[in-house]
C-alpha cells in the first residue's frame, strides 16, 4: 500500500518538530547554588534551608549547629557537601584546617573525623584553601584519600586562580566541577542582584554554571525571590551531582603502573601516572559508586604555584 505524498510530508514536518523539542530541552542552560559555611548560625541555616528548589548546602565540620541543620537539610531532599576547612593563603585559616605539616597518619585521621562529622554528605568543597588548593603535592594527597572515602563528588571552590583542586580530582577519578561565581564576595544588596545575573547571563552563553554564596540576609533574600523565575527564564536549577553528571565529560583512563608477574623475572612500570601521583596498580582507587578512572597528566598542566 503506497503512502500518499501528502502523508509522507507531514509526518516528516512532526518528526523534524519533535527532534527540535528534544533539543530545545537538552539545550536549556543548567544552574547550580551551594550555599556555604552552614552550621555556624542556627536562624540563618533555617532561613538558607527554605530556599526553593535543588539549592545545595556546605557544612563546616563541627560547628555548633552543623549536626541538627544537616538532618532538617536531608529531610528535605537537599544535597549536602563537607565544606573542607583548607589552609588559605593570607588569611586567617579556620581552626580546622587540615595541615599539611602534620604526619600522614595525623592528617588521614583528621580528615576522616572531619567527613565524618557532616552527617548524610555527598560532596566535599573547600572553605578558603588558597593555599593547599594551589600546591600539587597537597592536592595528590587529599585526593587520593578522598578516592578512598565515600564521596560522590568535589567542588572547587577556587578562592585563588592558581587552583589546581579540580584537574588532580578528576585524576583520581573523583566526579568534579568547580565554581563560576560567588554571589556574594561583596555582600551589598546590588552587588549580590549583579552576581546572580552574572550567572544567569554565564549559564546562558556555557550552557551550565555554578554559584557559592553564603546565608547572608541579603544573599537569601535575593534567592528566594529569584530562584523561582528561573523556571520562566528557561533554565533547570540542579543540583551540584547532577550538574556534574550531565556537564562534566567523563574521564578517560590514565595508563597506571603495571607490575608483572614475579614469575617472568621483572616488573614494568609506567611513569604516566607516577607523574601526577595517581595510584598504582597494586592501590587502586575506590570507590562507593563504582570503579573510576583518572584522566591525562596534561589535564594537570597549569600556571606557576604562588
Request: proline share 9%; hydrophobic share 45%.
Amino acid at each position: 500500500m503506497r503512502s500518499r505524498p501528502g502523508a509522507c510530508a507531514a509526518t516528516a514536518l512532526l518528526l523534524i518538530a519533535a527532534l527540535g523539542a528534544v533539543r530545545a530541552v537538552a539545550a536549556a542552560p543548567l544552574v547550580s547554588v551551594i550555599i556555604d559555611d552552614m552550621g555556624d548560625s542556627l536562624q540563618q541555616g533555617r532561613t538558607a534551608l527554605e530556599l526553593p528548589g535543588a539549592v545545595a548546602y556546605a557544612f563546616l565540620p563541627e560547628s555548633p549547629h552543623t549536626v541538627p541543620l544537616a538532618e532538617r537539610a536531608y529531610a528535605a531532599h537537599k544535597e549536602i557537601l563537607v565544606h573542607l576547612p583548607l589552609q588559605p593563603m593570607e588569611a586567617r585559616a579556620h581552626p580546622l584546617a587540615l595541615s599539611m605539616q602534620a604526619s600522614a597518619p595525623s592528617r588521614h585521621d583528621s580528615l576522616q573525623q572531619l567527613l565524618a562529622s557532616v552527617p548524610h554528605a555527598t560532596g566535599v568543597n573547600n572553605h578558603q584553601g588558597s593555599q593547599a588548593t594551589a600546591n600539587l603535592g597537597q592536592m595528590r594527597w587529599l585526593m587520593r584519600e578522598l578516592s578512598l572515602h565515600p564521596v560522590g563528588f568535589f567542588v572547587d571552590s577556587r578562592t585563588t586562580p592558581n587552583s589546581v583542586a579540580y584537574a588532580v580530582a578528576r585524576a583520581y577519578g573523583i566526579p568534579s566541577t568547580r565554581r563560576q561565581v560567588f554571589l556574594d564576595h561583596d555582600p551589598d544588596a546590588d552587588a549580590v542582584e549583579q552576581q546572580f545575573s552574572r550567572l544567569i547571563a554565564l549559564a546562558q552563553r556555557d550552557g551550565s554554571a555554578l554559584a557559592i554564596g553564603h546565608p547572608h540576609p541579603a544573599t537569601l533574600s535575593m534567592l528566594a525571590r529569584r530562584l523561582p523565575q528561573l523556571a520562566q527564564q528557561g533554565i533547570s536549577l540542579i543540583a551540584p551531582s547532577e550538574l556534574i553528571r550531565r556537564v562534566e565529560r567523563s574521564v578517560p583512563t590514565l595508563p597506571v603502573a603495571l607490575r608483572m608477574s614475579p614469575a617472568l623475572g621483572h616488573t614494568s612500570h609506567s611513569g604516566t601516572a607516577a607523574a601526577i601521583g595517581a595510584p598504582p596498580a597494586d592501590r587502586p582507587a575506590a570507590s562507593p559508586l563504582g570503579a573510576r578512572s583518572a584522566s591525562p597528566a596534561t589535564a594537570l598542566a597549569g600556571p606557576a604555584l604562588r
